[in-house]
T-cell receptor, first 117, second 108 residues
Framework: GAVVSQHPSWVICKSGTSVKIECRSL??????MFWYRQFPKQSLMLMAT?????????EQGVEKDKFLINHASLTLSTLTVTSAHPEDSSFYIC?????????????FGEGSRLTVL | DAKTTQPPSMDCAEGRAANLPCNHS???????VYWYRQIHSQGPQYIIH???NNETNEMASLIITEDRKSSTLILPHATLRDTAVYYC?????????FGTGTSLTVIP
């Protein structure tokens, strides 16, 4: 199946700093990428949907100024957690939908674990 | 918001079939049923999806009731590596909301 790569897989940062997480589709083009966050022992929560070349659509309750999403190309989307605080510590997962498919499956990255001290 | 209901946990003996149910009574005509699984601390893995016909692939079979209000994922011969949280999702293919899933434990 298609491969989605996230980087970094884990990151530790100080409170108040910004952290960027990259999500790449390695062997396919992704018109749409999704960002999720997951707290321990909970399900995945959709944060935002990003389409290449346009602004991301954020889910209700997700601060767009805090979680900056950029989808500059068909193979790369980035999530920047600005002014991170300990409550932002979580597992962030991206997924990509293959370009040209309407109902095709999503391919997920390995996830990025963020710890804010 | 997730539109599915799944039992929180299930056990299955190794080598036996695992049958994971999912209720989606408010599914719309243009929504597909997708199944994913997540092994601890990894990204979810696609298993199978379908609209109204039963589907089978190398991983599993998906049985969708005629009224499409429920479905069952079947892992024909469960192995220890199938221990994971299984998520049933209904979607048109535009957005995917995860429910609480079923934690399947395969017992030796």
């Amino acid at each position: 199946g298609a491969v989605v790569s996230q980087h970094p897989s884990w990151v530790i940062c100080k409170s108040g700093t910004s952290v960027k997480i990259e999500c790449r589709s390695l062997d396919f083009q992704a018109t749409t990428m999704f960002w999720y966050r997951q707290f321990p022992k909970q399900s995945l929560m959709l944060m935002a949907t990003s389409n290449e070349g346009s602004k991301a659509t954020y889910e209700q309750g997700v601060e767009k100024d805090k979680f900056l999403i950029n989808h500059a190309s068909l193979t790369l989307s980035t999530l920047t957690v600005t002014s991170a605080h300990p409550e932002d510590s979580s597992f962030y997962i991206c997924s990509a939908k293959v370009w040209g498919t309407v109902t095709g499956e999503l391919f997920f990255g390995e996830g990025s674990r963020l710890t804010v001290l | 918001d997730a539109k599915t209901t799944q039992p929180p946990s299930m056990d299955c003996a190794e080598g036996r079939a695992a049958n994971l149910p999912c209720n989606h009574s408010t599914i719309s005509g243009n929504e597909y049923v997708y199944w994913y699984r997540q092994i601890h601390s990894q990204g979810p893995q696609y298993i199978i999806h379908g609209l109204k016909n039963n589907e089978t692939n190398e991983m599993a079979s998906l049985i969708i009731t005629e009224d499409r209000k429920s479905s069952t994922l079947i892992l024909p011969h469960a192995t220890l590596r199938d221990t994971a949280v299984y998520y049933c999702i209904v979607s048109t293919g535009n957005q995917f909301y995860f429910g609480t899933g079923t934690s399947l434990t395969v017992i030796p």
